[in-house]
């Protein structure tokens, strides 16, 4: 399902450049599991996006699906986000104007894979369907990621990059939303990415990385 190989990425600072990722190469199976860890300045979060098509890499290739993302333009990057990749980012990310059951149903419904049944399960599943008529400022920050959680696995994406998902949880909604995730795996042969500093989270995965100084160790 994914294949990344020998990947570079260097940012520009004030003290010159700063080589975030130094040849990774990785792979994800259909329905695979797998855990990436790591110091923070590491470059998880930074081989996520670039995974997810929210940037590209200097160097090297991110093949998803038998599709090569670097040969695709900003168009083409947004498209995959919306339908084949799903990514939970550490922000919500929430759409202010809208109501919590139209933010969860909105990647689905640009991506033409809106299922009203699945959205009222993921809002149920996820301790939602209270919250459904409100908007995210009248949310907490916990209910406010599950709702962003619920958006990114409504249009059942081939693969979930997460990157800290369950960090404004409490451990009881966290260990929930990992079952979630873990079910969607299970039930429709998606691969989970995951970028998390939980040792226990790292650890119901089937597989896991570490991320040293823009390697892997």
Request: aromatic letters at 4%.
């Amino acid at each position: 399902m994914l294949d990344v190989t020998d990947i570079h990425k260097t940012y520009l600072t004030a003290d010159g450049p700063f080589a975030v990722l130094r040849g990774v190469s990785l792979s994800l199976g259909t329905g695979e599991t797998l855990a990436l860890t790591g110091e923070s300045g590491s470059g998880k979060s930074t081989l996520l996006h670039l995974i997810g098509g929210l940037d590209t890499p200097d160097q090297g290739q991110i093949v998803i699906e038998g599709q090569d993302i670097a040969a695709l333009d900003d168009n083409g990057r947004a498209a995959l986000r919306r339908g084949t990749v799903g990514v939970v980012f550490q922000q919500f990310n929430l759409i202010p104007s809208l109501k919590v059951v139209d933010n969860i149903a909105f990647q689905a419904r640009l991506a033409g894979q809106h299922d009203p049944d699945w959205a009222a399960a993921l809002a149920d599943r996820m301790g939602l369907t209270a919250q459904l008529n409100k908007y995210p400022e009248q949310l907490s920050g916990g209910q406010q990621q599950r709702v962003a959680i619920a958006r990114t696995l409504a249009p059942k994406p081939r693969l979930v990059l997460a990157d800290e998902p369950t960090g404004n949880l409490d451990e009881a909604t966290a260990a929930t939303v990992m079952d979630l995730m873990l079910e969607l795996v299970a039930e429709t042969g998606a691969g989970l990415l995951m970028v998390t500093h939980s040792e226990a989270l790292a650890g119901r995965m089937a597989r896991r990385l570490h991320l040293r100084a823009g390697q892997l160790a």
